[in-house]
DNA sequence: TCCCAGGCTCTCT
DNA sequence: AGAGAGCATGGG
């Protein structure tokens, strides 16, 4: 059983064993988390910079943040109130998926601030890792706001204040403009993006839809990692690869309340290994 | 050099 | 409504 122990502005989290760091910080669905030479993990998001780390006890420990941060912000973030214990024990009914979770043990799916999810997959289209990771650095370098040595993530206000050549230093290619019509949309109250969690998945993604750059995969994304859609389920070509091999297209009945996490375990699995190689 | 990248839009049937 | 080209940029 979980618990919380505050002390020296530190957070201990205990009895979590389902938290692995980087399975779940670097497993895609975020791109502003690192890792140092000590296995420090470090990162932004909500505006407030956070370190932490996995002891050897197997705790975790979130390093100077307040009690209501934790509360306000990192509880949510990190899916903390959810069982994912029960969710595994559905999920691996059957078997094939019950590989996957061993695999991919310890992913959470993060609740990320919405205007950040969009605009990191509307740059995730069609492109890599390691280019995301810089375009979104530069994003928020250059429109972000500067705090005590880290940029936040830039406001949809800011971006929407911009022009196409403005976000030229972005080097983002033809997805500056779907990020500007993102911007205008979200300000302009055209795309709720705090609405989206009370709707039902089909017209919470027509809704993200209505924004030029964002398809299926890149609103089930949105919709999953930062709207508790916990039945969004991102088809992108690693998936569609692997649920063709692995299931015949077809997620098992049992996954289905649970498709969204099952998407993310399976997609760890299937990239990760070389399952997928002929 | 070439191929490809957690897709989407536009155009043409 | 389904298929296919083109897209900006840069990593491998």
Redesign the pocket.
């Known amino acids: 059983m979980k618990n919380f122990e505050f002390k020296n502005n530190n957070i201990y989290i205990y009895g979590l064993p389902d938290f692995d760091l980087p399975h779940t910080l670097d ?3 975020a791109f502003r988390w690192s890792c140092n030479d000590k296995n420090v993990w470090s990162g932004v998001a909500y505006g407030k910079y956070l370190e932490l780390e996995k002891l050897d006890d197997g705790s975790i420990v979130l390093y100077n943040t307040t009690k209501q941060d934790f509360y306000d912000i990192w509880f949510t973030y990190f899916d903390l109130e959810r069982d994912y214990e029960s969710i595994i024990v559905k999920l691996s009914e059957n078997e094939i998926l019950k590989k996957a979770c061993e695999y991919s043990h310890g992913i959470r799916i993060l609740n990320q601030e919405p205007f950040e999810t969009l605009c990191s997959f509307i740059i ?8 995301i990771k ?1 375009i979104i650095e530069r994003l928020c370098e250059n429109f972000g706001e500067y705090k005590n040595g880290y940029y936040t993530f830039p406001t949809a206000e800011k971006l929407a204040s911009l022009t196409i050549d403005d976000l ?1 230093v972005l ?4 997805r500056a403009k779907y990020l500007l019509d993102a911007a205008k949309k979200v300000v302009s109250g055209e795309v709720d993006l705090n609405n989206l969690k009370n709707l039902p998945l089909d017209d919470a993604r027509t809704e993200l ?1 209505k ?9 089930d ?1 949105c919709l999953l990692f930062s709207h508790h859609h916990t039945t969004a389920f ?6 569609k690869r692997a649920m063709s091999v692995l299931f015949g297209d077809e997620l098992p009945e049992n996954a289905q309340e649970y498709a969204g996490i099952a ?2 375990y399976i ?1 760890f699995y299937a990239r990760d290994t070389k399952l997928l190689e002929d």
């Open positions: 497993c895609g669905q995730s289209q069609n492109n890599n890792i390691k280019r810089g030229a080097r983002a290619g033809f839809m924004i030029v750059g964002v398809g299926p995969k890149v609103a994304c991102p088809k992108d070509v690693w998936i998407q993310q997609f």
